[in-house]
Structures are given as structure tokens and as C-alpha cells.
């Protein structure tokens, strides 16, 4: 069982930084990708950002140029660095996983920007 825990969310005001950590139970290069999804209440869940076992990086259109998604292998950590944060991106952020045809969740954890 893969397990994902987050850490790094918080409250910030618009224009801010924060940083997301997902630490991986096993090594990020077993899965053929990693990434983060975010889900306001009553919404779909929606990706923020990949990365692929290779490196190959996609992003969603609404965070290009604000946020980087980058891995340390070493650690088993994926990270999400968050920058001119808005108000429309406070949302449960969650961390992904995909080995095979599986897919593994982190809890989620919170991002509120105020303005």
C-alpha cells in the first residue's frame, strides 16, 4: 500500500508563497507519475501539476508561470512551490501517485489565500 502524506499548507495573503511537501511511503521513480490535484467544497477535483518518472512536467493553465512542481528523489518527496498565490487558488490540495493502472491519494491539506 502507497501511502502520500502532505505537509506545507496554510494561510497566506494574496500575492504570497507557500510550499507543498508529499512525502511518499516508497521512492517517487516507482511511479510512472506523482503530482497535485486541488477540489474547492463541491467541486471536482482538478490537476495542478504532474511529473513523470522520466521528468516530463505539465501544468495546468491557470498556474503556469506561478507554480513549479519538482521531486527529491532522496527524499521520496514531491514538492509544489506556490507563488503571486490568488485568492481563486485556496482548495483542498491533494497528492497523487500513479503505478500501473493504480492510483493512490494523499489526505489532502488546506490552502486559503485571502485577499
Known amino acids: 500500500q502507497v501511502q502520500l502524506v502532505e505537509s506545507g499548507g496554510g494561510s497566506v495573503q494574496a500575492g504570497g508563497s507557500l510550499r507543498l511537501s508529499c512525502a511518499a511511503s516508497?521512492?517517487?521513480?516507482?511511479?510512472?507519475?506523482m503530482g497535485w490535484y486541488r477540489r474547492a467544497p463541491g467541486m471536482q477535483r482538478e490537476l495542478v501539476a504532474w511529473?513523470?518518472?522520466?521528468?516530463?512536467?505539465n501544468y495546468a493553465d491557470s498556474v503556469k508561470g506561478r507554480f513549479t512542481i519538482s521531486r527529491d528523489g532522496t527524499k521520496n518527496t514531491i514538492y509544489l512551490e506556490m507563488n503571486s498565490l490568488k485568492p481563486e487558488d485556496t482548495d483542498v490540495y491533494f497528492c497523487?501517485?500513479?503505478?500501473?493502472?493504480?492510483?493512490?491519494w494523499g489526505p489532502g491539506i488546506q490552502v486559503t489565500v485571502s485577499s
Open positions: 497523487n501517485g500513479v503505478i500501473g493502472d493504480r492510483e493512490y
Open positions: 511529473i513523470t518518472r522520466l521528468g516530463s512536467i
Open positions: 516508497l521512492t517517487t521513480f516507482s511511479m510512472n507519475r
